[in-house]
């Protein structure tokens, strides 16, 4: 009985000293890939309801190797963490937990509210859809993990029946800010833009060289994004159209008509009446290559016109590829929408560039 005895009290002692202090903050130095990960805590880690947490930051250590395991993206590895810390509060107190946010005056405010706009801010500007990643949604998958065994499981379903009755606000669109993260968003993706260009060579395609490709969150940080080179073009969308018109037939052409096109509509985001004329010349400079390319054969003409897709809906989606640069470009549909562009003599004159030339 003694060894028994004393591997309870152990456990217990081990459990008590470990969630006693407060969780520290979630800090840059506890996300980046030099972070020592606790040991894996195996079946001792089942025997107590709150597990083991070694390194005490409020996370169980085999949660935490499985953030760790599942995702190098430091921004996403921050998420997770924070969500992992919501069940960790939910296993210390469920029912308290729950009256707490039912009975609160104002749900948005909330820590299920900020986690779940965290969470959607976060998809939006990495742009990740984690249903598709983890085959559910991120907070699930994380749930699905946590509540492994089954006391932790009949907690949660009390958890669950203590909310039951209450009205609880969704994040809107509008609510998905960077406040509702509980990390520094910045200084992460700013890290993970450095390392990115790091391991990136110089690419020259045509004699023309091309910035290196940004990481996905230091690009969609802002609105109008990363342009290294101040050419008006965003440089992921840069890569883009040398990447997507490499095989076509006149694809110096097509490649030239596409970057102009690019660079009318990222003028969309800040002079919607300019992008409008911008928009009306690439039109006009597209329809001069087709003719171009043609040779003044309709048969041809007609061809060429459906196989050289340029302002289709991949490049749109490409171009406004977060909630905020769409709604730019749907407040500039609105204000065109009644609008004829007039009809006038194509001419190279059109174009930015002397396509003749290409």
């Not at 500039?332 to 560039?353: A, H």
Request: hydrophobic share 35%.
């Amino acid at each position: 009985m003694k060894p028994f005895f004393s591997m309870t009290f152990f456990l217990f002692c081990l459990s008590s000293v470990v969630y006693a202090a407060k969780p520290i903050p979630i800090t840059n130095d506890m996300i980046l890939k030099s972070y020592l990960l606790p040991p894996s805590p195996r079946k001792l880690g089942r025997q107590t309801i709150l597990g083991i947490d070694s390194n005490k930051n409020g996370i169980r250590d085999d949660i935490e190797r499985i953030i760790y395991n599942k995702s190098e993206n430091p921004v996403e590895r921050a998420l997770m963490l924070q969500l992992a810390r919501d069940y960790e509060r939910i296993m210390r107190d469920p029912i308290g937990y729950a009256k707490k946010q039912k009975n609160a005056k104002d749900s948005s405010k909330s820590q299920d509210f900020k986690d779940s706009a965290c969470e959607r801010y976060i998809e939006d500007l990495l742009s990740i859809d984690f249903e598709k990643k983890y085959g559910k949604f991120l907070t699930i998958y994380l749930q699905d993990k946590y509540m492994n065994t089954k006391e932790r499981r009949r907690l949660y379903r009390r958890y669950n029946v203590a909310l039951s009755g209450g009205v609880y606000s969704v994040p809107l669109f509008r609510d998905q800010k960077i406040e509702a993260c509980e990390f520094d968003v910045v200084s992460l993706v700013r890290e993970a833009y450095d390392k990115h260009t790091k391991i990136q060579k110089q690419i020259v395609i045509d004699g023309h060289e091309l910035p290196l490709n940004p990481s996905r969150g230091y690009n969609n940080l802002t609105l109008l994004g990363v342009d290294v080179n101040h050419n008006g073009i965003r440089d992921d969308i840069e890569h883009y159209i040398f990447e997507r018109y490499k095989e076509f037939d006149s694809y110096k052409k097509l490649r030239a008509v596409a970057l102009q096109y690019a660079y009318a509509l990222q003028v969309i985001l800040v002079d919607k009446e300019k992008a409008y004329g911008l928009l009306h010349d690439a039109s006009q400079c597209r329809t001069y290559v087709i003719n171009q390319i043609s040779a003044d054969n309709w048969k041809s003409w007609s061809h060429n016109n459906k196989k050289f897709p340029i302002l289709d809906r991949e490049f749109i989606d490409n171009q406004f590829n977060t909630y905020l640069r769409s709604q730019e470009y749907w407040k500039y549909t609105q204000l065109v929408k009644d609008r004829k562009m007039k009809e006038e003599r194509t001419s190279k004159n059109s174009c930015n560039i002397n396509i003749e030339l290409l």
